[in-house]
């Protein structure tokens, strides 16, 4: 195994804690290999929360026009439960009532991860202090490879 990737929300423990934790339990467990630490400040979810358009078209309902209630990029990282407001904001874009509103609620794992498939990489996201963060570990571990490639 070349890179070990672990992924652990900060939460209220912060980053640099749950950083700690992992680079503790990758040298226990992962002998030579690279540990990539994901630590979204919040959530995952909170990376979700910054493409409107993405996100009326998981909910099948790409061209509505109800207000969506996204919370504004530079507050999806402080924002209280992500995967909350990810939920509501599918609900609120798919504008679908009774039964099948519970059943796109039911649907909430597959939206999330579709949602996760279609993240731009080069949208909204690099502004955010954990996604910088990310790109800077990857970059760190391919370096690494790259110093024991010419070594």
């Known amino acids: 195994v070349d890179v070990?990737?672990?992924?652990?929300?900060a939460d209220?423990?912060?980053a640099d804690e749950r950083r700690r934790e992992?680079?503790?339990?990758?040298s226990e467990v992962a002998g030579g290999s690279s540990?990539?630490?994901v630590i979204p400040v919040r959530m995952t979810e909170a990376w979700?929360?910054?493409?409107?358009?993405?996100i009326r078209q998981v909910a099948g309902n790409p061209r509505g026009r109800n207000d969506?209630?996204?919370?504004?990029p530079h507050e999806v990282e402080s924002r209280a439960d992500p995967k909350q407001i990810?939920?509501?904001?599918?609900?609120r874009a798919a504008d679908v009532t009774g039964r099948k509103r519970e059943n796109l609620r039911k649907r909430f794992p597959q939206h999330r991860r579709q949602l996760l498939e279609r993240l731009d990489r080069f949208g909204q996201v690099t502004a955010l202090s954990s996604w910088k963060q990310l790109t800077a570990d990857i970059d760190a571990v391919?370096?690494?490879?790259k110093v024991r490639e010419d070594g």
């Open 35 to 37: 540990c990539l630490p």
């Open 22 to 26: 992992i680079a503790e339990a990758a």
């Open 4 to 9: 070990v990737v672990v992924h652990r929300d």
């Open 68 to 72: 969506l209630q996204l919370p504004r």
């Open 48 to 54: 979700l929360l910054l493409d409107e358009v993405l």
């Open 86 to 91: 990810l939920q509501q904001c599918i609900l």
């Open 142 to 145: 391919v370096a690494r490879w």
């Open 12 to 14: 209220n423990a912060g």
